[in-house]
């Protein structure tokens, strides 16, 4: 089964981003997925802000993204975009860190009117990184989170429907690029199995073009011959008009 990477922007420590991305991957753990969660206002926060990637917690950072077959972007939306600390570890990854990955873009925000983030903000960044397969985002109401006794979270049922529905294209779209990948691997195989016999092949080829080239050169010398031969056993004679215009 494909592996799934969540990846959450929130600076809160109680953030309602985080546990909407949480009930993602309780979705897709109960499909099978191995599913976990990357925080990224658990990593240290002097290398992210200085662009310091060589650190342990930034090389397993960027390892599990390289890892992940699809990947979650989870982010609130701060002043109509993606928040800063989530830019700043997407500006960390390797060019093309997410090529050849599904990405389900997950965004809250206080009102609908936030909802154009996902594709005016953080779909462009995405795609910046080599995301081609970026399925269509999921925004939810911070009022759709609603926070419970102990800091638990649930979604209302709208919400949940809808988060659901996302989480389904995701893990289709998933799907079909592990069954793409599958059936091109036997074409792989077998292409690098008969690599020691292509050089065998190219030289058959080479002798059968070598034997019509010189069955050709046969043929144009016999035609050549038999021309040459009317040419001196045919009577001359001066064309009429009428076979001199056929001629051209």
């Not at 959450?8 to 309602?16: A, E, L, Q, Y």
């Not at 390289?66 to 390797?94: C, E, H, N």
């Not at 109401?141 to 979270?153: A, Q, V, Y």
């Amino acid at each position: 089964m494909p592996s799934i990477l969540a990846v959450s922007g929130s600076p809160s420590s109680t953030s309602r981003t985080a546990s909407a991305a949480d009930h993602a991957l309780t979705l897709l753990r109960a499909q099978g997925h191995t599913a976990s969660h990357l925080a990224v206002r658990d990593l240290p926060s002097d290398d992210l802000l200085s662009g310091f990637r060589d650190t342990p917690a930034l090389w397993s950072a960027t390892d599990a993204v390289a890892q992940a077959d699809g990947i979650v972007i989870a982010t609130p939306v701060y002043k109509a975009s993606y928040t800063g600390l989530l830019k700043a570890f997407l500006d960390l990854l390797p060019e093309n860190a997410l090529a050849g990955k599904v990405v389900l873009p997950l965004v809250t925000g206080g009102t609908i009117g936030h909802l154009l983030t996902i594709d005016y903000a953080l779909r462009p960044v995405l795609t910046a990184l080599g995301a081609d397969h970026v399925v269509q985002g999921r925004f939810l109401l911070d009022s759709d989170i609603i926070r419970g006794e102990g800091g638990r979270t649930r979604l209302t049922p709208e919400a949940d429907r809808r988060l659901s529905d996302s989480v389904a294209a995701f893990t289709a779209a998933l799907d079909r690029r592990t069954a793409t990948a599958t059936a091109a691997a036997p074409v792989l195989k077998l292409v690098t199995a008969g690599a020691p016999t292509s050089a065998s092949a190219a030289t058959a080829a080479t002798a059968v073009a070598a034997s019509a080239s010189v069955a050709a050169a046969a043929s144009a010398a016999a035609s050549a011959s038999a021309s040459a031969s009317t040419r001196f056993s045919a009577p001359v004679s001066t064309p009429t008009p009428a076979t001199a215009g056929a001629a051209r």
